[in-house]
Structures are given as C-alpha cells and as structure tokens.
C-alpha cells in the first residue's frame, strides 16, 4: 500500500475554483491508477475521477465532466483534481486513491486499496 496525503480543500462560493492535491509516499508512485472519490454526509462514496499510470486514460464521473480536470505529475508522486465551477451538490470530502497498475481504469471504490485522509470541500450557495 501507499501512504496518501489530500490537501486543498476549503470553503468556496458556488461557481468558485479549487485545486486538490494528493502526495503518495511511493517510489512507484508512477506505475499506480489514481482516483478521486467524494462522499457527502448520507450518502455513498461516489466516483469522481482517475488516470491511470502516464494519464493516457481518464475517466470522469458524469457529474462532474467539463467541470473537473484531473492530472498527475509522476516527477512529484502527485495527483491532482482541478475543480471549476462548482455547485453546493460538490459538497463532500474528497478522497485520494490508488492502486498498482491495472490495464483497465477502475471506477468502483472497491478496487482501489489505499486511501488518504479526505479533505473536505464546501460550497457556499
């Protein structure tokens, strides 16, 4: 497993940017799937984005596409999610998550077995 370390969060009015960052602990950090989930009060951890190891496949979930970039600097064992316009719905704490290498991108929460922190987020409407 790899240690994950979010930051970035804060509060935001509606139509606000932020930028989330995610430091691995790993000298393999550049051969890991990356991927971002949220989770608001009630309800369900839910897919936000992932990349996989050289960001050649992103994924994105359909609430947060054309609004949310995520990206990754292998140089600095970082994940990135840049988030535009946001919505009191973006409310949640966002989670960092990885996993070894995988042909395929995984979306399920599941797959993915190490996990940061979270970092909350709050937008003010």
């Known amino acids: 497993q790899v240690q994950l370390v979010e930051s970035g969060g804060g509060l935001v009015q509606t139509g606000g940017s932020l930028r989330l960052s995610c430091a691995a602990s790993?000298?393999?950090?550049?051969?890991?799937?990356m991927g971002w989930f949220r989770q608001a009060p009630g309800k369900e951890r839910e897919f936000v984005a992932a990349?996989?190891?050289?960001?050649?496949?992103?994924y994105y979930g359909d609430s947060v596409k054309g609004r949310f970039t995520i990206s990754r600097d292998n140089a600095k064992n970082t994940v990135y999610l840049q988030m535009n316009s946001l919505k009191p719905e973006d409310t949640a704490i966002y989670y960092c998550a990885a996993r070894p290498y995988t042909l395929v991108t995984p979306t399920s929460p599941g797959a993915y077995n190490s996990w940061g922190q979270g970092t909350q987020v709050t937008v003010s409407s």
């Open positions: 790993s000298r393999t950090f550049s051969t890991y799937t």
């Open positions: 990349i996989n190891y050289r960001g050649s496949n992103i």
